[in-house]
């Protein structure tokens, strides 16, 4: 498809409106899901952490009573 100048390019044929609305609703969604998932990917992290030292410091208790 061709256009005649810039602005031809962004009216898309009358149908831009919803052209770039698609566009910038896709990649504003993508951005959500990408920090989403760092989010929970650090949240996960913290979480393995602190399951580790408390299982640690359950185990060196358990030493100490023997």
Do not use: P
């Not at 005649?4 to 990649?27: C, H, K, P, Q, R």
């Not at 760092?38 to 952490?49: A, E, G, M, N, T």
Request: proline content about 0%.
């Amino acid at each position: 498809m061709y256009f005649e100048s810039f602005n031809d390019f962004l009216a898309m044929g009358g149908y831009g409106f919803f052209v770039w609305l698609a566009f910038g609703i896709t990649y504003l969604l993508l951005i959500v899901l990408i920090g989403g998932s760092i989010y929970q990917q650090r949240q996960f992290k913290q979480q393995l952490k602190a399951t580790i030292a408390r299982e640690q410091r359950v185990k060196q208790y358990q030493e100490q009573q023997v």
